[in-house]
């Protein structure tokens, strides 16, 4: 992945793109936490896909009654499968699971895009091609795992004229967040998905005969990279370059043996998704970066791409069995997805669902709101998406505003400082909570940082950082949302 450098900058440019609604619109919507059905293996649809204008925001939400969600109830299980994993990894030991975890991935075909006059689209064997390299991911990930991981792949193309994104400052184009989620939520709201990969094909000879004459042909190209990702997300997705297969590698000889170089493009992008379990595990997990060596990545070896590799698979084949070397301390440890870490990756172990936090006074909702962005006590109850990130620590997201977190400003934990609602940073102790229940079984959110102070909230002010006992509401309900 020549072009991988840009993804961190590339995940830090997403976040800030904030959405335009407010929590609380009156607008309505189609019911997203219905129950989402199954799919099958290897569907692939070319129905019509809803224009983004059919995209609304969420319904005006009426609380649930009765005492506030049990927060500890709801992660017990999850805590003992992160012991369990860690125990696994701590041993060395590969015994597999007793069924393998069903992974569900959305992945969209967007079969025509566009740059100011650059116009690039999918041919039919493109389409082809394309369901071949879904069809190797899938099978081929299964074996390399031991089939301690069933991925269930639901293919669909997109044929709406979708635009790119230009990277600030350089020649790479993007799907931008803001352009490809509303297309991505009327599928999420429909059926199960762990993650999202989306695909572009800029490269072709019809597409070379089409756009050789205008600007920017031959210097603009598609980056790889990762959009929302990590566990502070509620869903992931990466999006990258279909390119065209090199030659001898298509058709599939056999669909469970890693044979096509963009097969290679979807498992790393894919693998970013699961460096979360670093932090989530607290134990050694190679960044997806990691066959660099230790000249940015000590205690790991470096690994050659050459043309029969696919660039870098014997790299994602030791990660994806738990067998990468890492020297830690002069010892050596292998490390990367042990069986009973499969498990960890399910989008629904880590999200806890959509709620209203309503103060325990009956004074009003913890309310985030995009204008600052601000977060306030308003009348009108937000929906928030929380996130369970292991070790206590809790991740609270506007619902219609997925890419902000209740952030700590500039990370200072001091008294009175501000509390608001902002793009991931990277510090988790900054945008992370225990949710420490209280005797009457209200919630106080409370910072992970040493003082131990709490959210405290005033209608028409900003909420603060304060110690127990200051003027504002600090006590509050959490209850699921209808």
């Known amino acids: 992945m020549k072009k991988a450098k840009f993804v961190v900058l590339l995940c830090l440019l997403v976040g800030m793109v904030a959405a335009l609604v407010a929590c609380g619109s009156d607008k309505s919507d189609s019911d997203n936490d219905d129950k989402p059905s199954e799919t099958q293996s290897g569907n692939v ?57 069903k992974y569900y991935v959305l992945w969209l075909g967007f079969t ?112 790889l990279g990762l959009e929302l990702a990590g566990i502070t997300s509620d869903l992931g997705y990466s999006t990258f370059n279909l390119t065209k297969p090199k030659e001898g590698t298509y058709p599939l000889a056999d669909p469970e043996i890693p044979s096509l170089y963009a097969t290679a493009v979807a498992v790393h992008e894919w693998m970013h998704q699961l460096e979360a379990l670093k932090d989530l595990l607290g134990v050694e997990y190679p960044n997806t970066h990691a066959y660099m060596g230790p000249a940015s990545f000590p205690g790991y070896q470096q690994y050659i791409s050459d043309a029969n590799d696919y660039d870098f698979f014997e790299f994602y084949k030791l990660v994806l069995q738990g067998k990468l070397p890492y020297t830690g301390n002069g010892d050596v440890k292998l490390v990367g997805m042990y069986p009973k870490m499969w498990p960890l990756i399910k989008r629904s172990r880590l999200f806890l669902g959509t709620f209203t936090v309503e103060a325990a006074d009956g004074s009003g909702y913890l309310t985030g709101q995009s204008a ?111």
């Open 112 to 223: 025509h895009v566009t740059f100011e006059d650059l116009d690039f689209r999918m041919t039919d064997f493109d389409r082809e091609y394309l369901e071949a390299v879904a069809l190797n991911y899938e099978k081929s990930v299964e074996s390399i795992s031991g089939h301690n991981v069933d991925i269930i792949v639901d293919l669909h193309f997109v044929d709406d004229v979708m635009p790119l994104t230009q990277y600030p400052g350089e020649d790479w184009l993007y799907l931008a967040q803001e352009t490809v989620m509303p297309i991505i939520s009327q599928y999420t709201a429909k059926q199960e998905v762990d993650t999202v990969l989306t695909t572009v094909q800029t490269s072709g000879d019809e597409n070379d005969l089409r756009n050789e004459d205008k600007d920017g042909f031959g210097v603009h190209d598609v980056i």
């Open 45 to 101: 649809t070319n129905e019509p896909t809803p224009s983004n204008s059919g995209v609304t925001s969420t319904p005006t939400v009426t609380p649930t009654e009765g005492p506030s969600f049990s927060f500890k109830t709801a992660t017990e299980e999850t805590e003992a499968m992160i012991k369990e994993a860690v125990a696994q990894f701590n041993a060395n030991d590969y015994t597999p699971l007793d069924e393998p975890v």
């Open 372 to 482: 600052e962005p601000t977060l306030t006590l308003a009348d009108e109850p937000c929906i928030w998406n929380i996130r369970y990130i292991g070790n206590g620590h809790y991740v609270l997201c506007p619902k219609e505003l997925p890419t902000l977190l209740i952030d700590l400003g500039n990370a200072w934990d001091m008294e009175g400082n501000t509390i608001s609602i902002w793009p991931y940073t990277g510090y988790v102790d900054a945008q992370s909570w225990y949710l420490t229940e209280n005797e009457d079984g209200s919630y106080s959110v409370k910072t992970p940082y040493q003082s131990g102070r709490v959210l405290t909230a005033k209608k028409g002010a900003q909420a603060l950082l304060c110690s127990f006992g200051a003027d504002g509401v600090q006590k509050w309900y959490f209850k699921k949302a209808k």
